[in-house]
């Protein structure tokens, strides 16, 4: 079972198809490595592609302390996977919990991001609910402690925005419930108390946002509630970002809505690649609504 030691001596569980240019995928709070199944085998056809599962999830090294979890960790854990692979600069593709760690690669590492895809990534960004959202986290982080991830993982999957994925794709909603259910309740835990609860607002971010040079793609289900405006600022913020929004989807968007995903990534990619997707030209005045003269 291929492992990467990281540079404060954890072990992450690690992934590789296909050839080409690197694609890095970097899964949420509620998914792992295998998430990112419908990804891998359609990118793998034309990149490399690498998985990981985070710090906390199995097969990775579980620390039992809260403070060896943090989002500058998690940041540092995508470097570290790309130095033990050899690898130089990456696009680096995140949802929800893995979209937040994407966006502070970028601002953290700009040179080793070729591109970034910030999907599903807005919880408790929301200045007015940032002090519930950590309430919440630390709910989360108690009962995962107290039923268990197999029991909880029956309530944690039918939250509000998951339940698009269930009534498209029942089959698919219950494999990704029963992996939930997989999880282990102490990583879940403390991932939950160690990143989640203190991981910066967005908006804080807006001075570094503002300068951060790496093309971006950012990716909202339109029944994604708390991503939506976040969404929308990063969009305003970032120099050289794009706002997809899909719509009647929710926070699972990659399994939610595979083809879509994969078909508008792949795009995004490309124009990368091509040099093509630029920072937004400077006549595009959001102040101006009709030119006279």
Known sequence: MPRIKTT????LHYEEAGHGT???????????????EPQIRHFSRSHRCIVYAARGYPPSDIPAEVARYSQRRAV???RDVMDGLGIDRAHVIGL??????TLHFGL????RARSLVVAGAGYGAEKQHESYFKGVSLEVARQFETQGSEQFAKTYSVGASRVQFQNKDPRGWAEFARMLGEHSALGSANTMRGVQAERPSIYDLKDALAKMPVPTLVVVGDEDDHCIQPGVFMKKTIPACGLLILPKTGHTLNLEEPEHFNRF???FLHAVETGSWTPRDPRANPGEIMKTN
């Open 76 to 78: 540092d854990d995508i």
């Open 265 to 267: 990534t792949l795009e």
């Open 108 to 111: 953290h590492y700009p040179d």
């Open 22 to 36: 690197a694609i890095v995928f970097v899964h949420e709070f509620g998914g792992d490595h295998r998430s990112w």
């Open 8 to 11: 404060d001596g954890i072990e």
């Open 96 to 101: 929800s919990m893995g979209g937040f760690a």
